[in-house]
């Protein structure tokens, strides 16, 4: 038998060796769970280390915390004929609450879509490249022990257990992080903490920038994901999985029920049979202002740049994912604060999915894949990066440019095999965010539903709508993740539809409600091409203390054969609750007519607009269930017990010219 892995507090654990050298290639392949193991077989021979012919995994290493609470690790370290390989290795860390012995769903291939990689796997291919990989179970969830606080432990744990790896013998003094989603927050919580050892960073869809503004709020509402997510994770949670009674009362909500039941409040919401969960849900909804709450390493990057380690860092995300601008937020600040080279990939896809050539109902065709089109695949990018930075491999890594990005648009418009408009798209390639020589170009709202580079001429104009909480506008895809059974992200025609929360029959395009204001240019002569952020700048008023405006930038396909009516594909969107109007800090309620200018900032995307088709921005008050309802009552969030309908106006006039800032690309 191996000789175990010296677990420091003298915990037991459970010991396995991969044994390479005595497998055929079947039987090793079947031993990483069939996923990549021709691939593994191939480092294993020609490996740079021939010392290295098989893995030796420490289970459930228990490592303790400042305060005590010990964290469980999964230690994949290079073995020979068994036994651990003498010597010291660069370390690849990553944390998850999603169980560290379980697959990824990141780690998947445009060949292998259906299944990601295991993680006994990917670990394996690292090692026998010459690394170490640590694998943890964040507090309170899975192995580790402690109770599970959403984000907020990350920090100070990533800090604690990067200065364990450090003291172990077979760690070279050097830590690189990866991971995805919650994954790639952990990372971007223990650089905030300053984490000793830190050598590079791969960050995939996450590391909130400023959680404040995307993640779990924006423009001062609280994204529903929240509550979902809470939900799922709730019911594998070890304190509902040690109550039968509680489980039964959990997985016998309906959450759709609920969500037609708006307000909650605490010990009535659908989340009251795991009370941790709910206190950790209304505890984000009811801390609205942006006081010291979101300004907390961890979950506020902005606040803790100077800590950050100045290493390589690669910064991934989409179009479709909540963490655009957390992406280019962090790539934006690190680049021009540190000396290490720093890398910015966005893809026109949803929350990681980025070897799918489609999000929601819109296909951007072959070339939308990571795989093949960035570079081999994924793991290739990622297997070349630390390469050249932890094992000094001369592979042209170095020469990648800074960013590359996703334009959608191109495409015939029409639908494809699999019943999927065909958008297309195409990669570009810049030096820096936003893309040098971009022009960011006013486009005005007219009261005749036109928009135009003109402004507007008439010296009072306004356009009023009716808002009513309890008929929502319905969230039609957009930057969504976490959100089943109640919500998808993605690209989708504006029109409600049965798949769609909130969707009424006779399901009309959401263009025609009367509570959604429509401007549009005129048919596009020559196509118009933006990459980078987008606000939108509004004159409004309300008869109602508080309530919310929304903007989203649509793209209007003129009619075909397959969509008669034309197509109307989502681009991003914002919102904005309008006592934050001024100040996030110290919100204030609004006099009931008076006029104020609002600016609505919504996340960064890429499209061009061809020739032909119509650029459109939709105002309205609500984006439901993607963000939560302002009853427009001015109580406290999270706190509401009453709602009212508002009847809010946009001005569009000489002196209040509510416009658009699109970011127009050179040629």
Same mark, same amino acid.
């Given at each position: 038998?191996?000789?175990?892995?010296?677990?420091?507090?003298?915990?037991?654990?459970?010991?396995?060796?991969?044994?390479?050298?005595?497998?055929?290639?079947?039987?090793?392949?079947?031993?990483?769970?069939?996923?990549?193991?021709?691939?593994?077989?191939?480092?294993?021979?020609?490996?740079?280390?021939?010392?290295?012919?098989?893995?030796?995994?420490?289970?459930?290493?228990?490592?303790?915390?400042?305060?005590?609470?010990?964290?469980?690790?999964?230690?994949?370290?290079?073995?020979?004929?068994?036994?651990?390989?003498?010597? /010291?290795?660069?370390?690849?860390?990553?944390?998850?609450?999603?169980?560290?012995?379980?697959?990824? @769903? !990141?780690?998947?291939?445009?060949?292998?879509?259906?299944?990601?990689?295991?993680?006994?796997?990917?670990?394996?291919?690292?090692?026998?490249?010459?690394?170490?990989?640590?694998?943890?179970?964040?507090?309170?969830?899975?192995?580790?022990?402690?109770?599970?606080?959403?984000?907020?432990?990350?920090?100070?744990?990533?800090?604690?257990?990067?200065?364990?790896?450090?003291?172990?013998?077979?760690?070279?003094?050097?830590?690189?992080?990866?991971?995805?989603?919650?994954?790639?927050?952990? #990372?971007?919580?223990?650089?905030?903490?300053? $984490?000793?050892?830190?050598?590079?960073?791969?960050?995939?869809?996450?590391?909130?920038?400023?959680?404040?503004?995307?993640?779990?709020?924006?423009?001062?509402?609280?994204?529903?994901?929240?509550?979902?997510?809470?939900?799922?994770?709730?019911?594998?949670?070890?304190?509902?999985?040690?109550?039968?009674?509680?489980?039964? $009362?959990?997985?016998?909500?309906?959450?759709?029920?609920?969500?037609?039941?708006?307000?909650?409040?605490?010990?009535?919401?659908?989340?009251?049979?795991?009370?941790?969960?709910?206190?950790?849900?209304?505890?984000?909804?009811?801390?609205?202002?942006?006081?010291?709450?979101?300004?907390?390493?961890?979950?506020?990057?902005?606040?803790?740049?100077?800590?950050?380690?100045?290493?390589?860092?690669?910064?991934?995300?989409?179009?479709?994912?909540?963490?655009?601008?957390?992406?280019?937020?962090?790539?934006?600040?690190?680049?021009?604060?540190?000396?290490?080279?720093?890398?910015?990939?966005?893809?026109?896809?949803?929350?990681?999915?980025?070897?799918?050539?489609?999000?929601?109902?819109?296909?951007?065709?072959?070339?939308?894949?990571?795989?093949?089109?960035?570079?081999?695949?994924?793991?290739?990018?990622?297997?070349?990066?630390? *390469?050249?930075?932890?094992?000094?491999?001369?592979?042209?890594?170095?020469?990648?440019?800074?960013?590359?990005?996703?334009?959608?648009?191109?495409?015939?418009?029409?639908?494809?095999?699999?019943?999927?408009?065909?958008?297309?798209?195409?990669?570009?390639?810049?030096?820096?965010?936003?893309?040098?020589?971009?022009?960011?170009?006013?486009?005005?709202?007219?009261? *005749?539903?036109?928009?135009?580079?003109? #402004?507007?001429?008439?010296?009072? /104009?306004?356009? !009023?709508?009716?808002?009513?909480?309890?008929?929502?506008?319905?969230?039609?895809?957009?930057?969504?993740?976490?959100?089943?059974?109640?919500?998808?992200?993605?690209?989708?025609?504006?029109?409600?539809?049965?798949?769609?929360?909130?969707?009424?029959?006779?399901?009309?395009?959401?263009?025609?409600?009367?509570?959604?204001?429509?401007? #549009?240019?005129?048919?596009?002569?020559?196509?118009?091409?933006?990459?980078?952020?987008?606000?939108?700048?509004?004159?409004?008023?309300?008869?109602?203390?508080?309530?919310?405006?929304?903007?989203?930038?649509?793209?209007?396909?003129?009619?075909?054969?397959?969509?008669? *009516?034309?197509?109307?594909?989502?681009?991003?969107?914002?919102?904005?609750?309008?006592?934050?109007? *001024?100040?996030?800090?110290?919100?204030?309620?609004?006099?009931?007519?008076?006029?104020?200018?609002?600016?609505?900032?919504?996340?960064?995307?890429?499209?061009?607009?061809?020739?032909?088709?119509?650029?459109?921005?939709?105002?309205? /008050?609500?984006?439901?269930?993607?963000?939560?309802?302002?009853?427009?009552?001015?109580?406290?969030?999270?706190?509401?017990?009453? @709602?009212?309908?508002?009847?809010?106006?946009?001005?569009?006039?000489? #002196?209040?010219?509510?416009?658009?800032?699109?970011?127009?690309?050179?040629?």
């Amino acid at each position: 038998m191996p000789a175990p892995i010296k677990d420091p507090e003298g915990g037991l654990r459970r010991d396995m060796t991969h044994r390479a050298g005595t497998l055929s290639r079947r039987e090793f392949s079947a031993l990483v769970a069939g996923v990549g193991g021709a691939s593994l077989w191939a480092c294993q021979t020609t490996g740079a280390d021939r010392s290295i012919n098989g893995v030796i995994v420490g289970r459930d290493v228990l490592i303790s915390m400042r305060d005590g609470v010990r964290l469980a690790c999964d230690v994949h370290r290079p073995a020979r004929d068994g036994q651990p390989v003498n010597g /010291s290795f660069p370390v690849i860390l990553e944390r998850t609450p999603y169980g560290k012995h379980l697959p990824s @769903r !990141t780690e998947r291939s445009l060949a292998e879509i259906a299944h990601p990689r295991a993680r006994d796997a990917v670990a394996s291919t690292f090692v026998m490249r010459g690394y170490i990989v640590v694998y943890q179970d964040v507090r309170g969830r899975y192995g580790s022990a402690g109770e599970f606080v959403k984000y907020l432990d990350d920090a100070d744990d990533g800090y604690d257990t990067c200065q364990w790896i450090l003291a172990q013998a077979w760690c070279d003094g050097r830590i690189a992080t990866k991971g995805f989603s919650y994954a790639a927050h952990t #990372q971007g919580a223990l650089a905030s903490a300053g $984490a000793p050892g830190v050598a590079a960073m791969f960050i995939d869809s996450g590391a909130f920038s400023n959680s404040y503004q995307g993640g779990i709020r924006q423009g001062g509402t609280y994204e529903l994901k929240q509550v979902t997510w809470a939900y799922r994770n709730a019911l594998v949670s070890p304190e509902i999985e040690g109550d039968p009674a509680a489980r039964q $009362a959990l997985e016998s909500v309906d959450l759709h029920d609920w969500f037609n039941r708006m307000p909650w409040r605490p010990g009535h919401s659908p989340l009251v049979s795991a009370p941790a969960y709910e206190a950790y849900m209304f505890e984000l909804w009811e801390h609205g202002n942006f006081h010291e709450y979101w300004k907390r390493p961890g979950i506020y990057a902005e606040g803790f740049y100077d800590q950050f380690p100045d290493v390589p860092t690669v910064h991934v995300s989409s179009w479709f994912d909540p963490y655009p601008r957390t992406a280019t937020d962090n790539f934006m600040a690190l680049s021009k604060r540190k000396q290490s080279p720093t890398w910015l990939v966005l893809g026109p896809w949803t929350h990681g999915n980025r070897s799918q050539t489609h999000a929601g109902d819109v296909d951007f065709g072959p070339s939308a894949t990571w795989d093949g089109n960035v570079s081999e695949d994924y793991w290739v990018y990622r297997n070349d990066f630390f *390469d050249r930075y932890l094992l000094g491999k001369s592979n042209g890594f170095d020469r990648q440019p800074g960013v590359r990005f996703f334009v959608m648009g191109g495409g015939t418009g029409r639908r494809n095999a699999d019943g999927r408009m065909d958008h297309g798209g195409r990669w570009r390639t810049a030096d820096d965010w936003p893309v040098p020589g971009t022009t960011f170009t006013n486009y005005y709202l007219h009261a *005749d539903g036109l928009l135009a580079e003109a #402004q507007p001429s008439a010296a009072a /104009s306004a356009r !009023t709508y009716v808002y009513d909480p309890g008929n929502p506008v319905p969230s039609i895809g957009g930057t969504i993740t976490s959100g089943a059974p109640i919500m998808e992200g993605g690209a989708y025609d504006q029109r409600e539809g049965p798949e769609f929360f909130g969707s009424r029959p006779p399901f009309r395009p959401l263009a025609e409600r009367s509570d959604v204001l429509v401007f #549009q240019t005129a048919p596009l002569q020559t196509a118009v091409e933006i990459a980078g952020p987008l606000e939108v700048t509004l004159w409004i008023a309300s008869d109602a203390p508080d309530t919310d405006f929304t903007a989203k930038l649509v793209d209007v396909y003129p009619p075909n054969e397959d969509y008669p *009516d034309g197509y109307a594909m989502n681009i991003t969107d914002g919102i904005l609750r309008c006592r934050y109007r *001024d100040s996030w800090e110290s919100p204030e309620l609004m006099e009931p007519g008076r006029v104020y200018r609002i600016t609505i900032a919504a996340f960064p995307s890429s499209n061009l607009f061809a020739a032909g088709h119509r650029i459109r921005i939709d105002v309205s /008050s609500s984006n439901f269930p993607h963000f939560d309802l302002n009853f427009n009552t001015g109580e406290p969030e999270g706190r509401a017990s009453t @709602r009212r309908i508002a009847r809010n106006t946009v001005y569009m006039d000489t #002196q209040q010219p509510s416009h658009v800032v699109l970011p127009i690309l050179p040629a």
